[in-house]
């Protein structure tokens, strides 16, 4: 079945890095555009970055300079590389589809939490 297993998360200061990672499997990962959602308490889910099949990739103006999205196909696993964190990317991130009909059953997530 489809499933999506982010990893990666943590507790880090502002200022520091993280990398996620988001291991697929179930479906043809290669041909998918993916993304990565986060989800701040009492907020809506929302888009941070999404890299599609070909690699072109799209960032939310509030990660631009800062977040980097990749994707391993051989490995199935889509990564977003985040630097200079603020206390406002504190946050459980997502890995989906990206810029299509709908989305797969959606996973744990991991936490993000950036002290000032």
């Known amino acids: 079945q489809v499933q999506l297993v982010e990893s990666g998360g943590g507790l880090v200061q502002a200022g520091g890095s993280l990398r996620l990672s988001c291991a697929a499997s179930?479906?043809?990962?290669?041909?998918?555009?993916m993304g990565w959602y986060r989800q701040a308490p009492g907020k809506q889910r929302e888009l941070v970055a999404g890299?599609?099949?070909?690699?072109?990739?799209y960032y939310a103006d509030f990660v631009k300079g800062r977040f980097t999205i990749s994707r391993d196909n051989a490995k199935n696993t889509v990564y977003l590389q985040m630097n200079s964190l603020k206390a406002e990317d504190t946050a459980v991130y997502y890995c989906?589809?990206?810029?299509?009909?709908?989305?797969?059953?959606w996973g744990q997530g991991t936490q993000v939490t950036v002290s000032s």
């Open positions: 179930g479906f043809i990962f290669s041909l998918n555009h």
């Open positions: 890299i599609t099949s070909a690699g072109n990739t």
């Open positions: 989906n589809r990206f810029l299509s009909s709908g989305y797969l059953p």
